[in-house]
């Protein structure tokens, strides 16, 4: 017997334990970034069928920011409106209201129901597309070992992860399902060949990987986080809920829309319609409380659509194809720290557990890592100072205790008489632009500069974009581009690669005296940008500058603004995708982005602009060179 090899020993920036949705997010920001990253997931192939299967605003903004919305807007089902279902006095089933279910001009997107199976493979093409980075699969984390001694020398690798690499299973037969249009086909055997292949030299076997920053997103039952010692607090009570996505026979008239059913004795249930003419049903099941067991073997299939039959009736309920079904045995809990050392970090489920009715698991989980990884990954490039890491706890944790809260009051919600639920529209508009992910507005730190007084222009005395939130992201209204014309979204300005913008609304550049003064600051713009950039690299690798004025389109031109506006390569020549104006369309109307953001159409002001689109700092012209070297040298590492 040939004796057992040592671990081979590799060593990589980044790792991230789990493939599911918020560790394909933050594969995303690393490869965008070019970051030396291992993604391992314990599973032998991604997520099929089920799981989580819908898409707030917020995230298909981000989406959209990467480039990868365009399939779920397409294909998804989009949530427009909700209807809430209630007993009237003599116990019948009757709808109440309907809903809409988010106020116009929330966002350019509107929820959609997407499976999470289709979410992860989006992802991880766009992986493939943006610098190869493939997911490692049937790995096992085995043991975690964190140096805390050298966690504050960046050239360290401080963590010690150590893996298994598993054998595929190449018996057996899978049972696969699809779907042609909108009906079950006919159902397959798929085989496979019982004589392994030959091993590859790693499967099998033990690794041992150095890393400088490990991210765990191996959800409800981290390893990640048993391995560190931290623990989930809160509710003591769990709910256990099933779900269930079939096609519906069904007389229910709502049956294409979002729905919360309330029956007068039998329970609740929350529809959630799909593609592919599927529905997803959730049904409340039971509570468990802290001590009891829950046997889920006791649970099925049947029982769950029986369940489901009493709450729906008088209507009917039959299905012809079941997709999915599963058990979620589910507590509102977060933990008390989303890191150690600002070496490990947790995200998603893995720090933050609660219930389905909020619709919040998936799209929370990925924008923790959205959060996250763009500044792991710019300590990691060097342009960062790693003091920014400790905003990930202090960012994402309040995010993580309001949802708690909230969802706290929408169970209270469902669970009271059916007076008390009576106005359906107006529970939701209390939570609407919290739940759609766009109200998020992180606090006072390092990356959002703190403001005593309302920002004015030091010429006119006028406020300085009175109606943007600091902390929030950014809105998105539209603008034409100075050069072409075209209509843009400022949102599609701000692409998720890894840059800071600072975005110079400049004012009136018809007026000359005006237009001069903002050619005055072109120096001082063109200095900061190359004081954490330096000569080597284009002058916006890491802080791109974005020029918005007020005046009239035709009015402009140019080349009579400084350089730095609109900076020149040998080879492209001068770049034409910098400066826009606030101005009337030729097809498509005027949004009036200028009034939008509380910004004087004369003075103008200066917005900056995370590489998260979070507002970082906002200031006046005039005193932008001084606020924004003071704001940066907080965060940026000098290059010259």
Known sequence: MAPARNPAVSHVDLIIIGAGPAGLMAAAWA?????????????????????????????????????????????????????????????????????????????????????????????????????????????????????????????????????????????????????????????????????SPGLSPTEGENEIIKAKYL??????????????????????????????????????????????????????????????????????????????????????????????????????????????????????RVAPKFDVGRRIFLAGDAVHNHSPKAGQGMNVSMQDTYNLCWKVSSVLKGYAKADILETYHSERHQVAEQLIEIDHEISRFYSVNSAGRSDYQAFRNRFANFLSGVAVAYGESILVKPSDHEVVDTKSSSPVAVKVQLGARLPSYQVLNQSNAKPTQIAD???????????????????????????????????????????????????ELLTIHSAPRVDVELLDLHEIYHPWDESAGWDYEKVYTDDLSHHEGFENAYEKYGIHRTHGGVIVCRPDQHVGCITCLDEAPGVLEDYFDRILIKQR
């Open 215 to 332: 991210i765990g997103c191996d959800g409800a039952h981290s390893w990640t986080r048993n391995e560190i010692g931290l623990s989930l607090v809160g509710e003591s009570t769990d709910q256990v809920w099933g779900v269930i996505d079939i096609i519906p026979l069904t007389d229910f008239p709502d049956v294409r829309l979002s729905c919360a059913i309330h029956s007068a004795s039998c329970g609740t249930i929350m529809t959630v319609p799909r593609e592919r003419r599927l529905v997803r049903f959730y049904i409340q099941l039971m509570e468990v409380s802290e001590g009891r067991t829950f046997d889920r073997s006791s649970v099925s299939l049947k029982s769950i659509f029986e369940t489901a039959q009493k709450i729906i009736a008088p209507y009917k309920l039959e299905y012809s194809y079941c997709d999915w079904w599963s058990i979620y045995q589910i507590g509102q």
């Open 31 to 195: 490869s965008s970034y070019g970051i030396s990253t291992r993604i391992l997931d314990k599973n032998a192939s991604r997520v099929k069928t089920g799981h989580a299967d819908g898409l707030q605003s917020r995230t298909l903004e981000i989406f959209d920011s990467f480039g990868f919305a365009d399939r779920p807007l397409k294909e998804g089902f989009h949530v427009l409106e909700i209807c809430s279902w209630n007993p009237d006095k003599n116990g019948r089933l009757q709808r109440t209201q309907r809903a809409v279910a988010q106020r116009p001009g929330v966002s350019r997107f509107q929820q959609v129901a997407f499976n999470q199976g289709g979410i992860e493979e989006i992802i991880t093409e766009f992986l493939g597309r943006n610098g190869d980075l493939k997911v490692e699969r049937n790995v096992e984390p085995t043991s975690l070992h964190l140096d805390r001694a050298v966690i504050d020398n960046p050239d360290a690798w401080p963590i010690t992860l150590t893996i298994h690499h598993g054998i595929p299973d190449q018996a057996g037969a899978v049972s696969t399902h699809r779907l042609v249009d909108g009906r079950p086909a006919q159902r397959h055997l798929k085989t496979h060949s019982q004589t």
């Open 493 to 543: 300005m701000l692409r998720s690669d890894g840059r800071w913008r600072i975005l110079v609304l400049a004012g009136d550049l018809h007026d000359q005296v005006h237009r001069s003064r903002v050619n005055e600051l072109g120096d001082a713009f063109r200095q900061l940008l190359i004081r954490y950039t330096g000569l080597e690299t284009r002058i916006d690798a890491v802080i």
